[in-house]
């Protein structure tokens, strides 16, 4: 405890890290604020019907990352995913398209080019997203929709709404990043994900009192085996094998350069959330197609790919999770292209020859690592089944695995790194008392 206020103090003592932190709380508290600030024209109190359809399923994830947003109908109730979306088909294009592939050599101008249109199209799919929500909103809550407004000018008008809250969000988020502590896209998605915990914890904590399953000991083993699930899904994030590098002597003038020994970190994890994302989003064709048709629901397959609690949809998805983990790695890891570099600089991995033979080395250690992280990625990604298997509330059950329990791990390892940083260029002790706190690559990650 006394290690704990000391270090609190350091903190407070640098000036620079104190205005980053204090910036960050004000625009934490601006979003905040922004969710309750509901579209014009929308009655809060009848809301109730679109609250009951984000209590479960996908919906309830969305909901989740925009802090409750999307159920209160608010300017920002689009949050911040469709930025990531795009992000991540801009990401795609960079390994697959010749045009983005040469953008990504281009170093700044190459990046600044690539955000660019990372922007344009999270604008595109704003606009469609945006229409899409006021249409479930008038299905689910119409009554919640004052009768007087013309429906036409309110979906055009409100959709702009929509889009600019978004794009609020993100320009909170990048100020964050300039300003404040940690990845500001990142911090942003952890908020809205922290913000639902409170409501979810002091609900199951009433349903364990009240409907007589377990009581309080019910309720402490369930943070207990909360806290163990946190903790493997750290080592998850951190878990990395590292592959010695020798670099040649070379003779330059007078002067010797090289002749040291680096290690290339290999994360066991390097798709992080991408591949429950990927699944989540095949797995979202069937609900939809179900939603918008007349498929008959009782057949046993339709009905297992449409519950997310069902054994077949959770085999699928963890099936889907682990070979998305092979394709992202892959295209991800450019053995050739870190071999090729090691040779270029005088490197070699010791007992392996330059060229092809480091890159298949390096090829069969990735295959060797992914398939234990692809399977504990699945693992940790169905978690919320099993725990709605031992009657623990849905909204509660989102925490003990899935999307955003990593995003939570990997954003706030991330924002400590940060922090220690700055308490160690000030020459104070870190926040742990051996070691160093690793963030998910070393570097803040986008998500």
């Known amino acids: 405890m006394r290690k704990a206020i000391e270090t609190l103090k350091n903190i407070w003592r640098i000036e620079d890290l104190r205005q980053r932190i204090l910036i960050t709380i004000l625009f934490v508290a601006i979003y905040r604020f922004g969710s309750y600030v509901v579209l014009p024209g929308i009655n809060p109190s009848m809301l109730s019907q679109l609250h009951q359809q984000t209590s479960g399923g996908l919906l309830a994830l969305l909901n989740m990352f925009s802090g409750g947003a999307f159920s209160n109908a608010s300017i920002f109730a689009l949050g911040i995913m469709p930025y990531i ?3 991540i088909v801009v990401q795609l294009f960079g390994f697959t398209i010749p045009y983005f592939q040469k953008l990504q050599k281009e170093g700044e101008s190459g990046r600044r080019k690539m955000n660019q249109y990372t922007r344009y199209l999270t604008i595109l799919i704003l606009f469609i997203q945006g229409p899409s929500y006021l249409f479930n909103l008038k299905m689910q809550a119409g009554p919640a929709i004052n009768a007087s407004l013309d429906w036409t000018p309110f979906m055009f008008t409100s959709s702009i709404i929509l889009a600019a809250g978004s794009m609020f969000i993100l320009w909170l988020g990048e100020r964050i990043t300039d300003k404040g ?14 913000a639902r915990l409170p409501q979810a914890l002091f609900q199951e904590l009433v349903s364990r009192m009240t409907d007589k399953t377990g009581g309080l000991i019910m309720f402490l083993i369930e943070i207990f085996v909360l806290l163990i699930v946190f903790a493997a899904a750290t080592l998850l994030v951190q878990g990395v094998r590292k592959v010695p590098v020798q670099y040649a002597k070379k003779m330059v003038g007078n002067k010797t350069y090289g002749g040291a020994r680096q290690y290339i970190p290999l994360k066991v994890n390097a798709a992080n959330v991408m591949p429950i994302i990927f699944a989540q989003a095949i ?12 498929a008959n629901v009782a057949n046993p397959i339709v009905r297992a790919l449409t519950d997310h609690t069902s054994f077949g949809y959770n085999f699928v998805y963890a099936v889907l ?27 070699f991995i010791p007992g392996i020859k330059p060229g092809k033979p ?29 725990a709605g298997v031992f009657g623990v509330k849905t909204e509660f059950a989102q925490f003990f695995g899935g999307t955003s329990l990593l995003i939570l791990v990997g954003v706030v390892l991330d924002t400590l790194q940060q922090v220690e940083s700055h308490l160690l260029m000030r020459h104070y002790d870190g926040l742990l008392k051996s070691g160093r706190i690793r963030g998910r690559s070393g570097s803040i990650a986008a998500y």
């Open 283 to 294: 797995l979202l064709i069937p609900i939809t197609i179900v939603g918008y048709s007349t």
């Open 85 to 87: 979306t795009a992000s």
């Open 358 to 386: 480091t890159s298949d080395f390096i090829d069969g250690i990735m295959d060797r690592i992914t398939l234990p992280g692809s399977i504990f990625l699945a693992l940790v990604a169905i978690m919320p089944a099993f």
């Open 321 to 347: 999770i682990i070979l998305f983990t092979y394709f992202y790695t892959a295209i991800t890891i450019n053995s050739h292209q870190m071999a090729e570099d090691m040779k270029r600089n005088n490197g």
């Open 181 to 194: 502590i940690g990845n500001g896209i990142s911090f942003i998605i952890l908020i809205g994900i922290i």
